[in-house]
């Protein structure tokens, strides 16, 4: 199956932290630009952040800029956001995706492998 698997979420206090992992399987993972989005009831699916195939370049979102973290195990397969701070607004289900082709870090339509999101939510 050709879809990345997420896991990690949950619930956790204001100025807490998570870490969310998103394992591949079913394509070239060392290849692929993996993305974090967001997206909550009602709203469009919103960028998160997004690491190229080495991790040595990663674009972040304003809103998660300086919070939150990006970064991959291409021997594992998996890639991981580290979250710091979190805040009621971060509330959301989180999706992995995976792409090759070239364009934005922040267009959805890069991306051609979706997982089927985790669920974090930042209350007290």
């Known amino acids: 199956q050709e879809q990345p698997v997420e896991s990690g979420g949950g619930l956790v206090q204001p100025g807490g932290s998570l870490r969310l992992f998103c394992v591949a399987s079913?394509?070239?993972?060392?290849?692929?630009?993996m993305a974090w989005f967001r997206q909550t009831p009602g709203k469009e699916r919103e960028f998160v952040a997004a690491?190229?195939?080495?991790?040595?370049?990663?674009t972040y979102s304003d809103s998660v800029k300086g919070r939150f973290i990006i970064s991959r195990n291409n021997s594992k397969n998996t890639a991981y956001l580290q979250m710091f701070l979190l805040k009621p607004e971060d509330t959301a289900v989180y999706y992995c995706?995976?792409?090759?082709?070239?364009?934005?870090?922040?267009?959805?339509?890069?991306?051609?492998?979706w997982g089927q999101g985790t669920q974090v939510t930042v209350s007290s």
């Open positions: 995706a995976a792409g090759v082709r070239d364009g934005s870090d922040t267009d959805s339509d890069r991306y051609d492998y």
């Open positions: 079913g394509f070239t993972f060392s290849t692929s630009t």
């Open positions: 690491s190229s195939w080495s991790g040595t370049s990663t």
